[in-house]
């Protein structure tokens, strides 16, 4: 009887932790996002919530009526003991309240964990997507729960930032496993040198994700640091009782931002007193501006590395066209053929691009443009595509007209993300990130993505209140 119980407690509880986890006195408890899951460290040879019973312990009497309670409390205290949480015997109304809500948060963090194993197939068919896609998916899909109702320069609702450290913690916690080994030497007692081979965090991992771990912090820090603002919010189309009175001083809110994108419509609309804000106030946005900016740039050069590492699936390189002039059009081709300086500042000054779709879709044309000559470059060469681009640089002849029309390409499009930072995923981007394979490189690109599109969109914030500020003022000379 006394096995039956610490079976039936690890089958109900459905994982088993690992015992670094074992460590930690205490762990947060995660209100679950639809979206992501909570999942834990897993050693298969001992479990935390199964209770130890000794040998002594067994008794040939029938179990009291009283069992089944007996079994659920010790099945509530070993959960509540892994969650980090105290159980008391008062119960009252609120108490019992509490321990349901905790079950329920179980029972999420066990939806999360099957769907990670079940790579998002629900028909439990071995259909679903590999475990690099699926945490990629994750950790979009959590920054979306967490940030994506956040329009506002203010602090990060507690909840919602204790659960993006939470979940974020968990999700990360994959790359503690993702090691490399690496040879070391090591004197013996007898004075004999012997080399042994050591594991270390994977090179990428080591490097990239404790600076993408800051990058978080600090974009954290920067909502935290506006409280008790000059400025306000107002949803769009509506007026605030502090807006009403700032409106009157300046004859008309819409005035104020009348250069406001109206296809946002839904982006509240920052206020700001009767001539301004403070001097104070502008050196605090200016100054946190100018860092969410390089946080961006930060973030983006990670994204931009982990995906050129990341192999070129097959699939596109034989979707590649025949003719790189095919996919970049007479004018640009003629352009990057016979200029002998050839310079893509000009190009893009020339090609006059009026919006962020035709930019993206001349990014496709390039990239496909400069994969198609590289191709042709390594042409004699009898590896796979993969392979061939990789060794390209020390392969190929740097007169071959081929490699100098696939090095301007790259010159172009590294031009044209410079110059459209706010740029989407090209399709060679889209096609990695869901050929992908490799979890520790899903894990950055991912991460690295959403800290882009957070710091981009608190400097968008910053800019909205500096320009309404900057109306304000102009309104009152």
């Not at 099957?114 to 197939?121: F, H, I, P, V």
């Not at 007692?189 to 270390?200: F, I, K, L, Q």
Request: proline content about 4%; hydrophobic content about 35%.
């Amino acid at each position: 009887m006394d096995n039956s119980l610490s079976s039936d407690e690890s089958y109900d509880l459905g994982y088993q932790p690992s015992p670094s986890s074992m460590d930690q006195s205490a762990v947060e408890t995660s209100t679950m996002s639809s979206d992501s899951f909570l999942c834990r460290r897993t050693n298969s040879d001992v479990s935390v919530f199964s209770e130890s019973v000794g040998d002594g312990s067994y008794s040939g009497d029938a179990s009291p009526s009283c069992w089944p309670n007996v079994k659920s409390n010790l099945s509530n205290q070993a959960v509540l003991s892994r969650l980090g949480m105290k159980k008391r015997m008062n119960f009252t109304d609120d108490k019992l309240e509490d321990l349901e809500a905790m079950d329920s948060e179980l029972e999420l963090m066990k939806e999360r964990f099957a769907k990670l194993l079940l790579g998002e197939d629900m028909s439990g068919s071995g259909k679903g997507v590999c475990t690099a896609v699926t945490i990629s998916n994750t950790i979009t899909n959590l920054y979306a729960t967490v940030f994506g109702a956040n329009l506002r320069l203010e602090p990060l609702n507690p909840e919602k930032k204790a659960m993006w450290k939470r979940e974020m913690d968990c999700l990360l916690s994959v790359c503690d496993y993702i090691v490399e080994l690496t040879p070391v030497s090591q004197t013996l007692p007898n004075g004999a040198c012997v080399e042994m081979m050591t594991s270390r965090p994977r090179s990428d991992i080591y490097i990239n994700l404790p600076a993408l771990q800051k990058l978080d912090a600090m974009l954290i820090e920067v909502l935290d640091s506006f409280q008790d603002t000059e400025f306000w919010y107002a949803e769009q189309g509506s007026i605030s009782s502090k807006s009403t009175s700032s409106a009157a001083a300046s004859g008309s809110f819409r005035r104020i931002s009348a250069q406001r994108s109206e296809d946002k419509w839904w982006v509240p609309v920052p206020c700001v007193p009767p001539g301004g804000l403070s001097e104070k106030s502008r050196k605090h946005l200016r100054h946190k501006r100018d860092s969410c900016n390089q946080i961006h740039k930060a973030a983006m050069a990670i994204n931009s590395s982990i995906l050129s590492e990341m192999e070129i699936p097959e699939s596109y390189m034989a979707s590649l066209p025949k003719s790189g002039k095919a996919c970049l059009g007479d004018s640009i081709y003629r352009y990057m053929s016979t200029s002998e300086k050839f310079s893509p500042e000009h190009l893009l000054d020339c090609l006059h691009i009026a919006s962020e779709h035709e930019a993206l879709e001349l990014a496709d044309r390039v990239e496909s443009s400069m994969y198609t000559w590289r191709r042709k470059a390594c042409m004699s060469n009898s590896k796979s595509s993969w392979v061939m681009v990789k060794d390209l640089m020390s392969e190929t002849d740097r007169n071959d007209k081929n490699h100098v029309l696939a090095e301007r390409a790259e010159t172009l499009l590294f031009s044209l993300k410079q110059r459209y930072p706010e740029l989407s995923q090209t399709s060679l981007d889209t096609c990695k990130i869901q050929y992908n394979k490799d979890v520790g490189q899903a894990v950055l690109e991912s991460y690295s993505r959403v800290l882009e599109s957070f710091a981009y969109n608190i400097v968008a914030w910053i800019e909205d209140v500096i320009h309404v500020d900057r109306s304000m003022r102009n309104q009152d000379q």
